[in-house]
């Protein structure tokens, strides 16, 4: 029996179809990057239990079949990033009385490109075309990104339906927010919760009842210095949940732990907060709004120093320029990275429909001195929001750059000292200590200057994921 008895129609290898007797085990990038090349062309139908080039039926009893999609939607999730959004169903016909299975996977064009296939650590980009799966050129990938770079997180549509009962916690948030009135199902509709089939997009998950993903994690951490690295941490605490629970952990968070003061107004008395609360409310939610929801592994954080909160979130502004530092807070244009939750931000009455919500920031900080002014902070993987601590009367301390003393490295170089004072509190990257010292990513810093400082002694090298970073071994130096 062959395949286009099963689909009623023929099926010959080309750039949109492609079969397999089996899931190699042994070779699993050889089937792999034709999912990957699929996904980064137009698409295409996969069959899993179809003999190679003959069409020939194989198949598989119905354990063998949902233990070989089971092993492939494994694999797909480990090694394909983003994962393709594909529809795997059963195709069931009998032979001499016995029931056998083929696996049809029907995979889409991808809406996010490039999809890249990782394993053992070596990313890999594969395209589809004339009916072979090869290495995608220079060109193909530079015209996927293109294609893809206006592509959102959380508009994609999930496999998730919709519930009204799975949201209460959001209309809880919106009730309170809106003197006790409900979030319609219209209101939803009309902001694209969900599809037309009653599928909820990638955003509309993440404000879900119990949502318990990665996507949404945060970190708080309380230090009692002024840097992360200068002195002990007094917390630290992570938490992921739906949005809602998210910004109110963040909240509740640093509204416990933050210093209260008073100053005398004549013949009374005015309450101080370290944070105003409408800043580090527009803090928070802007951080939410905007983190790049794309970034798996990240978190947003929220560091309490002793003169200062810093609030980060991963990704740098959407479509925006690499500020640095920037005191402006009221020029800053942001354009929306994730169009469905700001819509619900909005909606909920926690954001304004235009502007990032600065200028309320700006506000609550407009009788403060020059140290106390609040500031911005972007690369380009992250944007932090830095608010002084109003209780603290020397205002932000500029010591993120200590004076250091050691004894001179042998073969050193004039770039030591400022390495290792970059490096001194936080780790860095080789490309952030070239951007620090205004020169090149080149052999010679790898080698002459960091290498040189690594063997002596005075520098750590460590490696998170694929990124080297350094740390200044407080064994070698002295603070002045």
Sequence with gaps: MYLEELTGNLKLENDEFECKSKLNRDDVVGWLKSIAGFANASGGEFYIGVEDK?????????????????YFNNQVNEHLVPRPQMKISFLRYEIKGNERFVIKVQIPESVVKPVILKYKNIPSIFM?????????????????????????????????????????????????????????????????????????????????NGYQGSKTEVQCSVFSGFNKGSERIVTINRFHGNITSVIQYMLEFVTQRMNHSMIKLGDSRKNIDAYPQRALFEGIINAVAHRDYF??????????????????????????????????????????????????????????????????????YKNADETHRPYICS??????????????????????????????????????????AYCYYQAHKVSEIAEYLGISDSTYLRKQVLGNLEMNGYLEKSKISRATYYKTSPDMVTLK
Excluded: W
């Design 54 to 70: 003959t069409n020939k039926l194989i198949g598989f009893d119905r354990n063998a079949a949902d233990n070989e999609r089971n």
């Design 128 to 208: 589809r075309r004339d009916g072979f799966t090869n290495g995608a050129t220079y060109e193909e990938i530079i015209e996927m990104s293109i294609k893809s770079k206006n592509t959102q997180y959380d508009i994609l549509i999930s496999d998730e339906k919709y519930d009204a009962e799975n949201f209460t916690d959001l209309q809880e948030f919106f009730e309170v927010h809106n003197n006790g009135s409900r979030l319609s199902e219209k209101a939803l509709q009309s902001m694209g919760f969900y599809d037309e089939h009653g599928f909820l997009t990638n955003g509309a998950v993440l404000f879900k």
């Design 295 to 364: 970034l798996d592994g990240t978190q947003i954080q929220v560091d309490m120093f002793r003169d200062r909160l810093e609030i980060s979130s991963p990704g740098s502004f959407y479509r925006g320029e690499k500020l640095g530092k920037t005191y402006d807070l009221s020029g800053i244009i942001s354009k929306r990275r994730n169009e469905l939750i700001t819509a619900v931000l909005v909606k909920c009455n926690v954001m304004e429909a235009a502007g990032t919500g600065f200028d309320k920031i700006i506000e609550e």
């Design 379 to 420: 690369s380009s993987d992250h944007f932090t929001l830095v608010l002084p601590d109003l209780t603290y009367a020397g205002g932000i301390e500029d010591s993120s750059i200590p004076v250091l003393t050691f004894v001179p490295v042998p073969d050193g170089t004039d770039y030591d000292e400022r390495v290792l």
